[in-house]
C-alpha cells in the first residue's frame, strides 16, 4: 500500500483514459472514415480525457500526502489523557508525539512507553491505515469521475486540442513561476528566522559586536555562557579569504584571457582553453580536500621554513585554493567581453602603429573594462558565498586579524557549523545561521544586481 | 613632411622618432606577452597539480592488503552440536578462530598487550568474511584452510609504504613489533595487495577498511534522478513559455532578472531554504534523497532554463513561421517543430546541470545529508548521503587510510563527472547545426 | 601633377559572363598605372585568403600629392588591396600577399621589415567611424603616445591642435576635449578618426569608404578635407560612389573581380574609359 503504487495506479488510470477517450471520440464521429467531422484530432481527445483522469486525482494525492500526518497526529493528541500533555512546552509536546510515531513504527523510542503511549501508537496504527485506504479510494474514484466526465463530455463539437492546449499553456506558466517562487521561499524563509534572531539579539549586537562565540553553555559559569553574536569576524574573514581568491584569480584569470583570445595559436586555444575550464567543473569539495589536505600543510612548512607562525588551517590556503577555482569562471567572463570589443577598434589602433600589447592595454582593456569589472563583481559574489573550500580549509576560530597566515573564520562556515552539529532547532543558535544566511543573500544578490547591469549595459552598447 | 617643430630642435622625420623607440616598445610587448603565457601555464600547472595530486594521493585505495592465515574451522566453536543450523553458524564466534590462527602462527606472544597488538592486525570486518565462507560452504568445519584475511588499515597503510618504517617508533602508528611480525608474513609471501571490491560494494565504516562508496553512489544515483525528474521538465516548460509565448512585460522580465539572479545566488541559500521550507514546513523526510532533489531542482533550474532558452533562440523563425503558414496550432509548432530542433542543446545544459547536482555538497550538508548511514539505500526515502558528502566526511576522518579513500572516492566523482561533461561536449559537436 | 598617359597595348578579349566565373587567368590592365612621382609602387601583387584568390596580378603607383581613388563593384577586391598597403592583411588569418610594394623604395613586404612603424607611416581611417571609447583629447593623443612622439606635454597639445585644425575639427571640439569621442556625431567622429592619424604625421593615408556611413553633409566636409590634405600626404581612397571619385581624386583605379581593369587620370576614365568593363559600370549598367 505504498503511495508510489498508487501514482502508478493513477498513472495506469490517465492511460486507459486516453485510450477509451480516442475511441470514444471515434465513435461519436461515426467511425474512423468520419473523425474530420471531429473538431480535434482524436489524440485531443484522449489527451483530454487522460488530464481529467490525472490532475484531479493527483491534487487530491498530493494534498491528501501533505495534510494526513497532520491530522492523524491531531486527532491523536486530542484523544491522549488531558494530564500526559499538561505543562508541557510545545517542543516537549512534539518529542512526545515523535515517540508516539516511533513506537507505532516499531523504532527506537527515547524513553519506556507507558501505557497510554501503547495505546495513542495503536490508534495512530489504526487511523494510519484507515487513512490509507481512504486515501485509494478516494483517489481512485477521483480519477474514474474525471474519466467518467470527459466520457460524457466527449462529442465531435468539443474542442478538445484548445481545452488541452490551454491546460498545457497553465502548466507552462506554472514552472515558469517557479524561479520567483524559489526567491520568495528563501527571502521568507531567511526573513523570517532572521526576524526571531534579531529579537533576542540586537541588530546593532549582530553587526558591529567584535565577539562571536555562538556556543551556548553548559554551565552557567562557562565564559560566553549566553553566546555572543557579533558578526564583524566573519565578516572580516569573508573578505580576507575572497580577497586572497581574487588576488589570485584575477591576474591569472585576466591575463590568460588575454593570452588565449589575443595571442594563442588556434590549435594551443582550442586544448588550452577547454583545459583551464575543467578547472570550473572540479567540485568544491574536491578543492577543500585539496586545500586542508596539499595546500594548507605546504604553506605551513614553507611559512616555518622561513620562520613564520603558520596556523594549520591558514586563510591563506583556503583563499589560494578558492582562487584557483575562480579562475576559469574570471578568464571565460574576460573572454567574452574581450570578443565583444569591436574589430574597429583593433584595427583603428593597429593602423597608427600600436603593437599589439599596446592596442590591448590602452585600447581593449579600456574598451571591455565595464565588462570585466562586471565579470570580476561576480567572481566576488561567488567567492563571497563559497562554502566548501572554507569549511574544510578555513577555521572555526573567530578571528579579529589582518594576518593572511592566521586562521581565519567565514560567514558560510559559522552556517555550516551551526546547523550541522547537535541542534535544538528553535535556538539563538541556529537562527543566528539563518541571520547570516540573510546577510550573505542579501550581499551576493546586489552584486550579482549590479554586476548583471553593467555587464548588459555594456553588450548593449557593442551591439 | 615633418609637423612637430619642437622650440630649437632641427626638423625629423616622425618616423625616426618610431624607429629609435622601437626596440624599448618591443621589449613590452615581449615583456606582456610572457605574462600572458606564464598565467595560461599557471592556470593549467593548476589543473596538472590538482589531478596529479588526488590519483597520487588516491591511486593506492584501489588495492587492499589481504594477510593469508591458516584458519582451522574449529567445529567446538562454530557447531557445538554438530547440526549445521544456519542460525548457529551465523552466531558463532568467528573472531575465536581469527586469534587462534594469529596465535598459531606466532606462538612467541603472551603479553596481554602484545597479543591485543597481534590481533588488531586483522580487521574487525575479517570474521564477517569467515562466516560468509562458512555459511556458503559448511564442509568447511573441522578443517584447516589457508583464508586471505582483510588487514586492518594500519597494516594496510604499512605495507603500501604510506607509513615509513624508517622512523623512531614513538612516531609511527604500526610499532616495531608489528612491523617484524609484517615483514616475517611478507618473506613468507603471505601478504598480498588485491583489488578492493570492499571499497565499490559496502557502505560506510569508521574502519577505513571496510569503507566504500556503495551507499553514496547509491544516494547519488537516486537524487540525480529525481532531480533530472524533476528540472528537465520543468526547465524546459519554462524556457518554452518564456522564449516563445510570453508577453513582453513586467510580470516576464521580472521572472527573467530572477533566473539570472538565482543561477549566481550561492548554493548553501538553497540548503537554508531546504531546511526552513521542505522539511519544516512540508515536513519532506530529512536526509533523503527526495529533499536533496528537490534542493538541487531549484538550484540547477536556471542553468537548464537559460541553456534550454539559448537552444530555443538559436532555432530560426522560419521554422516557426513555416509550421503556422500549414495550419499548427502554436503548441503543435513547438512540440512538432521546434522543441525536437532545440532538444540536443537542452539535453547539454540539463547534463551540465545535473553535473553541477552530482558534485554539490554545500546545501546538503544543511539537510542531513551529513548522517552518517551504513546502509545502501533502497529508495528515494531512505536516509543516505551522496557521494561529495562522503568525500567531505572522510576527509574530516583522521585515520591515514581515509585520506587514500577520499582521494579514490574523488577520482570516481571525477570520473563520472567527466563522463558526464564529455556527453554534453559531444551532443553539442553531434547536433551542432548552422542556419 | 599630371600622369602621362602612356598607352598600354591592350589585349582585347571578349568578356562573356562565363569569363566571369574565378579560375581564370587575370586580366591585363588597362592604362598606365605608374605615377611621375610615386610613393608607394605595387607590381604583381595576388592575395589569398587561404585557396582563394582575392587580388590577380595588380600593380599600382601611388603619387606624392595625389588621391588615387579605387573604385569597383561589392567583393571586386579594392578594400583587400588598399589593406595591403599598410600590411593591415597580417591580421586576419590565413591572408597570404605576394608581388611587391615598395615605400620610398622599401619593399613593405620583406621579412625584416616591422610592420608597426610602416602603419604609422601608412595611415588607414575606416569605413566606419571607430574612435575608441576615450575623451576627444586622448583618442588624438593615442598614436603620439605610444610612438614616443613627444617628450612634453606642451608639444602634444601643439599637436592635436594642430592635427584637429587638419581635420577641420578643431573649432567644432575645442571646448570639450575631455568627453568622448563616441558622443560626437558621425562626420565629426570621422573627422576625429582623420586626426587621429594625421596626428602621428604619416605619409600616406588610406582611406576605406571613409564616407559611407556619413550623411551627405559631413560627407561633403570630408571630402573638402581630403581635397586640403593632398597638398601634405598621398592619399588612396576606396569608394562605392563614382561622383565621389571624380570629385576627390586625381586617378582612378578601376577594380572588377580582383582585377585591376583600368587606370588613368580620373576625369578620362569617366568621360573616356577605355575597356568595355569600366564603361558598363560607370554608365550603370551594373555594380
Known amino acids: ?463 | 613632411m615633418n609637423k612637430t617643430p619642437a622650440a630649437g630642435a632641427p626638423p625629423k622625420r616622425a618616423i625616426d622618432i618610431v624607429n629609435a623607440s622601437l626596440k624599448r616598445r618591443y621589449a613590452r610587448e615581449r615583456r606582456f606577452r610572457f605574462i600572458g603565457l606564464s598565467a595560461v601555464i599557471l592556470g593549467l600547472s593548476f589543473v596538472g597539480l590538482l589531478f596529479a595530486d588526488i590519483i597520487a594521493k588516491g591511486h593506492s585505495a584501489f588495492v587492499q592488503t589481504y594477510i593469508q592465515l591458516p584458519v582451522h574451522f574449529e567445529a567446538a566453536v562454530l557447531d557445538p552440536d554438530g547440526s549445521r543450523n544456519p542460525e548457529v553458524l551465523a552466531r558463532a564466534n568467528y573472531q575465536q578462530l581469527i586469534r587462534d590462527a594469529l596465535r598459531t602462527e606466532f606462538p612467541g606472544v603472551t603479553d596481554r598487550r602484545e597479543t591485543r597488538t597481534l590481533y588488531s592486525m586483522i580487521s574487525v570486518g575479517a570474521p564477517t568474511q569467515l562466516r560468509d565462507r562458512v555459511l556458503a560452504n559448511p564442509d568447511l568445519i573441522g578443517t584447516t584452510q589457508d583464508v586471505w584475511l582483510l588487514a586492518d588499515d594500519d597494516i594496510d597503510m604499512l605495507v603500501k609504504g604510506h607509513i615509513d618504517r624508517g622512523l623512531p617508533e614513538n612516531q609511527r602508528r604500526v610499532k616495531d613489533q608489528a612491523v617484524g611480525w609484517v615483514e616475517q608474513l611478507e618473506a613468507q609471501g603471505r601478504i598480498a595487495k588485491r583489488f578492493n571490491t570492499i571499497f565499490f560494494t559496502n557502505g560506510t565504516s569508521r574502519e577505513p577498511e571496510l569503507a566504500g562508496i556503495a551507499g553514496a553512489l547509491m544516494g547519488s544515483f537516486y537524487t540525480l534522478i529525481l532531480t533530472l525528474l524533476f528540472a528537465f521538465p520543468i526547465g524546459v516548460g519554462a524556457a518554452i513559455y518564456l522564449e516563445e509565448f510570453a508577453p513582453k512585460n513586467r510580470w516576464t522580465d521580472l521572472i527573467e532578472v530572477n533566473i539570472n539572479n538565482l543561477a549566481a545566488v550561492p548554493s548553501i541559500v538553497f540548503g537554508l531554504l531546504g531546511l526552513a521550507v521542505f522539511i519544516s514546513v512540508f515536513g519532506v523526510p530529512r536526509s533523503t534523497p527526495l529533499v536533496a532533489a528537490l534542493v538541487l531542482t531549484l538550484m540547477t533550474l536556471p542553468t537548464i532554463i537559460i541553456a534550454s532558452r539559448a537552444a530555443l533562440k538559436s532555432v530560426p523563425p522560419s521554422i516557426r513561421e513555416a509550421a503556422l503558414g500549414v495550419g499548427a496550432s502554436p503548441l503543435q509548432t513547438q512540440i512538432h517543430h521546434v522543441l525536437p530542433l532545440a532538444m540536443p542543446g537542452m539535453l547539454t545544459g540539463t547534463i551540465i546541470g545535473m553535473a553541477q547536482a552530482l558534485g554539490e555538497t554545500a546545501p546538503l550538508l544543511m539537510i542531513g545529508m551529513i548522517a552518517f548511514i551504513v546502509e545502501i539505500p533502497s529508495g528515494f526515502t531512505s536516509p543516505s548521503t551522496v557521494l561529495p558528502v562522503q568525500i567531505f566526511l572522510w576527509a574530516d576522518s583522521p585515520e591515514r587510510a581515509f585520506v587514500e579513500r577520499t582521494s579514490a572516492a574523488i577520482m570516481v566523482l571525477l570520473a563520472f563527472l567527466i563522463l558526464m561533461n564529455l556527453t554534453a561536449v559531444l551532443l553539442r559537436r553531434r547536433f551542432e547545426r548552422r542556419w | ?287
Not at chain 1, 196 to 214: I, K, Y
Not at chain 3, 238 to 245: F, R, Y
Request: aromatic share 8%.
Open chain 1, 1 to 463: 500500500m505504498h503511495t508510489s503504487t498508487l501514482l502508478i495506479l493513477v498513472l495506469a488510470f490517465m492511460s486507459l483514459a486516453y485510450y477509451v477517450g480516442r475511441k470514444r471520440a471515434i465513435s461519436t464521429a461515426g467511425g474512423v472514415t468520419r473523425i474530420n467531422t471531429l473538431h480535434s484530432l482524436p489524440v485531443y481527445y484522449g489527451l483530454y480525457a487522460a488530464l481529467w483522469a490525472g490532475l484531479p486525482a493527483l491534487l487530491l494525492m498530493g494534498l491528501w500526502a501533505g495534510f494526513q500526518d497532520d491530522i492523524l497526529v491531531a486527532l491523536v493528541k486530542s484523544e491522549l489523557p488531558a494530564t500526559m500533555l499538561d505543562g508541557l512546552s510545545p517542543g516537549a509536546a512534539s518529542l512526545l508525539v515523535n515517540d508516539i510515531k516511533n513506537l507505532a513504527s516499531g523504532a527506537i523510542v527515547s524513553r519506556t512507553p507507558t501505557p497510554e503511549m501503547q495505546l495513542a501508537a495503536d490508534r495512530y496504527n489504526l487511523y494510519n491505515q484507515f487513512a490509507v485506504w481512504a486515501m485509494w479510494l478516494a483517489v481512485s474514484a477521483l480519477a474514474l469521475g474525471g474519466m467518467a466526465f470527459a466520457w460524457l463530455r466527449t462529442q465531435p463539437k468539443m474542442r478538445a486540442r484548445n481545452r488541452v492546449e490551454s491546460i498545457f499553456m497553465a502548466i507552462l506558466v506554472i514552472f515558469s513561476s517557479i524561479a520567483i517562487l524559489t526567491t520568495l521561499g528563501i527571502v521568507l524563509s531567511v526573513l523570517f528566522e532572521s526576524m526571531r534572531f534579531f529579537q533576542e539579539v540586537s541588530p546593532l549586537e549582530f553587526f558591529f559586536g567584535t565577539l562571536w562565540s555562538p556556543q551556548t553553555a553548559l554551565r552557567a559559569d562557562q565564559i560566553g555562557a549566553s553566546g555572543a553574536f557579533g558578526a564583524v569576524p566573519l565578516f572580516t574573514g569573508t573578505l580576507m579569504v575572497s580577497a586572497i581568491a581574487m588576488f589570485v584569480a584575477v591576474p591569472i584569470g585576466l591575463m590568460s584571457a588575454i593570452y588565449l583570445s589575443e595571442y594563442a595559436p588556434r590549435k594551443v586555444r582550442a586544448w588550452a582553453k577547454p583545459t583551464l575550464e575543467v578547472l570550473a567543473g572540479v567540485p568544491t569539495v574536491v578543492y577543500g580536500f585539496f586545500a586542508a589536505l596539499t595546500v594548507a600543510p605546504f604553506i605551513r612548512e614553507l611559512g616555518m621554513s622561513m620562520g613564520l607562525n603558520v596556523a594549520s588551517e591558514s586563510a591563506l590556503a583556503a583563499g589560494l585554493v578558492m582562487g584557483i577555482m575562480i579562475i576559469p569562471f574570471v578568464s571565460s567572463l574576460s573572454e567574452d567581453v574581450i570578443n565583444a570589443v569591436p574589430q574597429a577598434m583593433r584595427d583603428g589602433s593597429y593602423a597608427l602603429g600600436a603593437t599589439q600589447s599596446e592596442t590591448i592595454r590602452r585600447v581593449i582593456i579600456p574598451a571591455a573594462l565595464p565588462g570585466i569589472v562586471g565579470g570580476i563583481l561576480l567572481a566576488v559574489s561567488r567567492a563571497i558565498g563559497e562554502t566548501m573550500i572554507v569549511v574544510m580549509a578555513a577555521g572555526l576560530a573567530a578571528n579579529l586579524t589582518a594576518n593572511p597566515l592566521e586562521s581565519v573564520t567565514t560567514v558560510t562556515v559559522q552556517i555550516v557549523t551551526l546547523l550541522t552539529g547537535d541542534q535544538e532547532f528553535d535556538s539563538a543558535k541556529t537562527m543566528a545561521a539563518f541571520a547570516l544566511g540573510l546577510t550573505l543573500f542579501v550581499v551576493t544578490l546586489t552584486l550579482n544586481v549590479i554586476a548583471l547591469h553593467i555587464v548588459r549595459k555594456y553588450r548593449e552598447q557593442y551591439e
Open chain 3, 1 to 287: 601633377m599630371s600622369t602621362t598617359l602612356d598607352e598600354m597595348t591592350v589585349r582585347t578579349r571578349a568578356t562573356t559572363s562565363a569569363e566571369l566565373a574565378s579560375g581564370r587567368e587575370s586580366r591585363e590592365t588597362v592604362g598606365d598605372v605608374t605615377s611621375a612621382n610615386p610613393r608607394m609602387v605595387c607590381r604583381h601583387v595576388d592575395v589569398f585568403y587561404g585557396s582563394t584568390q582575392a587580388i590577380k596580378d595588380v600593380s599600382l603607383d601611388i603619387g606624392k600629392n595625389e588621391v588615387v581613388s579605387m573604385i569597383g563593384p561589392s567583393g571586386c577586391g579594392k578594400s583587400t588591396f588598399l589593406r595591403c598597403l599598410n600590411r593591415m592583411n597580417d591580421t586576419i588569418d590565413g591572408c597570404r600577399v605576394t608581388g611587391s610594394i615598395t615605400l620610398d623604395g622599401l619593399d613593405i613586404y620583406d621579412k625584416g621589415l616591422d610592420p608597426v612603424p610602416l602603419r604609422a607611416q601608412v595611415g588607414m581611417v575606416f569605413q566606419k567611424p571607430n574612435p575608441f571609447p576615450k575623451s576627444i583629447y586622448e583618442n588624438v593623443a593615442y598614436g603620439p603616445r605610444i610612438l614616443g612622439l613627444t617628450n612634453s606635454k606642451a608639444e602634444l597639445d601643439d599637436i592635436i591642435e594642430g592635427s584637429l585644425r587638419k581635420a577641420g575639427l578643431w573649432n567644432e571640439v575645442k571646448d570639450r576635449l575631455d568627453k568622448p569621442g563616441t558622443g560626437l556625431s558621425g562626420g565629426q567622429q570621422q573627422r576625429l578618426c582623420i586626426a587621429r592619424t594625421i596626428a602621428v604625421s604619416p605619409e600616406v593615408i588610406l582611406m576605406d569608404e571613409p564616407c559611407s556611413a556619413l550623411d551627405p553633409i559631413a560627407t561633403a566636409i570630408i571630402e573638402e578635407l581630403i581635397d586640403e590634405l593632398r597638398s601634405n600626404y598621398s592619399i588612396a581612397i576606396v569608394t562605392h560612389s563614382m561622383q565621389q571619385a571624380a570629385r576627390v581624386s586625381q586617378r582612378t583605379a578601376y577594380f572588377h573581380l580582383g582585377d585591376l581593369i583600368e587606370v588613368g587620370e580620373t576625369n578620362q576614365i569617366f568621360t573616356n574609359p577605355k575597356h568595355k568593363l569600366t564603361e558598363d559600370y560607370i554608365t550603370g549598367r551594373f555594380g
